[in-house]
């Protein structure tokens, strides 16, 4: 499975937004909550699972949309499952490492 990848990097540290491929342009809503899966915000190159999971373990703050790039994400550790967000059946989760 491949997913989208953008990872910015400024001055106050490492962004990584993953989504998983197909998602891209599709909004997601969960009661009065909505999810935009932007191709301006999620939009980076299609990637690995493996190359994602690298990134997102350098990251700072990370976005992540979808069943295989979170799963994938909570298996490594690099984010916790309770923090995980349905919409509509689309998981979402967002990181911040202080």
Not at 25 to 29: K, L, M, N, S, Y
């Given at each position: 499975m491949e997913v989208h990848l953008r990872?910015?990097?400024d001055r106050r540290g490492i962004l990584v937004?993953?989504?998983d491929a197909g998602l891209l342009?599709?909004?997601?809503?969960q009661g009065k909550m909505r999810l935009e899966v932007s191709?301006?915000?999620?939009g980076g190159p299609l990637s690995s699972i493996e190359a994602a999971m690298e990134a997102l373990a350098g990251a700072d703050v990370a976005?992540?949309?979808g069943e295989a790039a979170i799963k994938a994400a909570v298996e490594k550790g690099l984010v916790d499952s309770e923090a995980v967000i349905d919409f509509g059946g689309i998981p979402?989760?967002?990181m911040v490492r202080l």
């Open positions: 990872v910015i990097q937004a993953i989504c342009g599709q909004t997601f809503r191709r301006e915000f999620y976005n992540l949309v979402h989760v967002q």
